[in-house]
């Protein structure tokens, strides 16, 4: 069935980098994506990959792809409290054109 | 453009009553959804429309709820009698379908509290 996971929690310091892990299970997904949540907002889109890329990078923010364990990393370099958000993973359902499949969402806290 | 629009941000209601969440697309978006939140359950698509058409309305959790789009403009979500466990962030979200996901745009939610 359609299942992504994530880590409900991340805190880092100041200045280091967060990374920020998923799994999905549905192998022929077409991109897969990472929205951010601020508090008290919707989610906005942060970067995609598409399914036959391994990485993509998008100034601090480097997305690595693994098809073969379907894992999905976010990588945010130097991370800053303005990051400080909940991070949701997604994956686009083949049995569907628009129906997208979120993960719970990570917590990201920041702290100096 | 203002973006998604949805109201009210707020609600709060007695359990029983009929609660109504209105949503505005960005102009010239061909699809709508409604996402529903909660903590034990995350992010649920609950129901989308395209060119205001209901496309796929299977995460509806019962019949309690209904969503209409009689225009591409506006769209509402309908909860009657609306339960405790109704309780939850309701999103609504707009995209084109020439430009994929990436063209998915939240509106900023409304946070419905069924006493």
């Known amino acids: 069935g359609e299942d992504v996971e994530q880590s409900l929690f991340l805190s880092v310091r100041e200045g280091d980098s967060s990374v920020i892990n998923c799994t999905y299970t549905?192998?022929?997904?077409?991109?897969l994506y990472w929205y951010k949540q601020e508090p008290g907002a919707g989610l906005q889109l942060l970067t995609y990959?598409?399914?036959?890329?391994d990485m993509k990078q998008d100034q601090r923010l480097t997305v690595l792809l693994n098809k073969k364990d379907k894992h999905l990393s976010l990588r945010i370099a130097d991370t800053q409290t303005g990051d400080s958000a909940i991070y949701f993973c997604a994956e686009s359902f083949s049995g569907g054109y628009n129906k997208l499949i979120f993960g719970a969402g990570t917590r990201l806290a920041v702290h100096p | 453009d203002a973006g998604v629009i949805q109201s009210p941000r707020h609600e709060v209601t007695e359990m029983g009553q009929e609660v109504t969440l209105r949503c505005k697309p960005i102009?010239?978006?061909?699809?709508l959804f409604w996402y529903r939140q909660t903590m034990m359950r995350g992010l649920e698509l609950l129901i989308y429309?395209?060119?205001?058409?209901?496309?796929?309305d299977s995460g509806m959790p019962e019949d309690r709820f209904s969503a209409k789009m009689p225009n591409a403009s506006f769209s509402t979500l309908k909860i009657q009698p609306s339960e405790p466990r109704d309780s939850a962030v309701y999103f609504c979200?707009?995209?084109?379908?020439?430009?994929?996901?990436?063209?998915?745009?939240f509106g900023p939610g409304t946070r419905l509290t069924v006493l």
């Open positions: 990959i598409f399914s036959n890329m």
């Open positions: 102009s010239g978006h061909d699809y």
């Open positions: 549905d192998s022929s997904s077409t991109y």
């Open positions: 429309f395209n060119n205001n058409v209901p496309i796929d």
């Open positions: 979200a707009s995209s084109l379908r020439n430009r994929g996901h990436e063209s998915l745009v």
